[in-house]
């Protein structure tokens, strides 16, 4: 799992190829490893749409990067990470910020997030559900993210006969097992 996106490909004592794959609508003729990616990962942008949390494709990119980079970004799966207390910042390098040398900010991503409550509660309230706290409304979009993830896996495994319970998920990158575990 990288930034904006997560890879994923199977492998069951030798690598799985594919002579053509279509990618954002150009199709590619040529032999490749078979990965599918998916646009769900900790700079994928957060939204709410029409009731609904949507993750992505839009990314928050490396620059400016989500809230907590202190960069003036969005918000983002990072954001919705750290808000849920996944993310501690003691623990992470002080690499953010104009200089690049401070932490991330949660303080940010709590307020970019109290602002989108406000859109989100404002919804529910219209439509006689109750509010919804922060950490519901960054789980909620977590929950999105990861069922993002999961197609791909299915695509590869369940979709071609495969069971799922006879595989080891190998998680990697910025975010892979805090979502893989998930």
């Known amino acids: 799992m990288g930034g904006t996106s997560t890879d994923v490909s199977r492998y069951a004592g030798h690598f799985e190829h594919v002579f053509e794959t279509t990618t954002a609508g150009v199709t590619i003729q040529a032999p490749q490893m078979d990965v599918n990616t998916v646009a769900a990962g900790g700079g994928s942008r957060l939204f709410f749409r029409s009731g609904m949390f949507v993750v992505g494709p839009e990314?928050?990119?490396?620059?400016?990067?989500?809230?907590?980079?202190?960069?003036?970004?969005?918000?983002?799966?990072?954001?919705?990470?750290?808000?849920?207390?996944?993310l501690v910042p003691e623990y992470f390098p002080h690499i953010f910020g104009p200089n690049e040398n401070e932490a991330?900010?949660?303080?940010?991503?709590?307020?970019?997030?109290?602002?989108?409550?406000?859109?989100?509660?404002?919804?529910?309230?219209?439509?006689?559900?109750?509010?919804?706290?922060?950490?519901?409304?960054?789980?909620?979009?977590?929950?999105?993210?990861?069922?993002?993830?999961?197609?791909?896996?299915?695509?590869?495994?369940?979709?071609?006969?495969?069971?799922?319970?006879?595989?080891?998920?190998?998680?990697?990158?910025?975010?892979g097992a805090q979502h893989g575990a998930h």
């Open 59 to 86: 990314s928050a990119g490396a620059t400016p990067g989500p809230v907590c980079y202190r960069k003036g970004g969005l918000l983002a799966v990072t954001d919705a990470n750290l808000m849920l207390g996944r």
């Open 104 to 175: 991330l900010d949660a303080q940010a991503t709590e307020e970019a997030f109290q602002e989108l409550a406000r859109s989100v509660n404002e919804y529910t309230s219209q439509h006689g559900a109750a509010p919804l706290s922060l950490d519901e409304i960054a789980s909620g979009f977590i929950d999105v993210a990861n069922e993002a993830m999961c197609r791909p896996i299915r695509e590869l495994t369940q979709a071609r006969g495969y069971d799922t319970k006879n595989h080891v998920l190998a998680c990697f990158g910025g975010a």
